[in-house]
């Protein structure tokens, strides 16, 4: 069965923090009732504790790192899922029921299996 990564963007918040317990409450209801299609996945940090990392130059050039996200939003990806789905409408239908659909977006995309 095809994978999709549903990529979570929510308030860039620490959700480890007491005062979000209630939230993860809602992603701990949503894992139990997708546990049959979800394969992985992880809430993140904030993205102050982000690194970029860019290579000057391409391959075998200067590495360089940033402290902080590619780029400043309302909105960071703070964690995913990896579902395996009979098709794109099956995994859209599962990511509406991720609770950052609800205040914040999933973006559903297909994985390239190697």
Avoid: N
């Amino acid at each position: 069965m095809p994978m999709y990564v549903a990529l979570t963007y929510t308030a860039d918040v620490d959700w480890t923090q007491p005062e979000y317990a209630e939230e993860m409450t809602e992603y701990t209801e949503f894992g139990a009732a997708a546990a049959a299609v979800i394969r992985g996945g992880h809430a993140l940090y904030p993205t102050a504790t982000a690194t970029t990392v860019r290579v000057s130059g391409g391959k075998g050039g200067e590495v360089l790192t940033t402290d902080g996200p590619y780029a400043e939003t309302k909105e960071a990806l703070t964690g995913f899922y990896l579902l395996e789905c009979a098709d794109l409408d099956e995994a859209v239908k599962v990511a509406a029921t991720i609770p950052a659909a609800w205040a914040g977006a999933v973006e559903v995309r297909p994985v390239i299996q190697f």
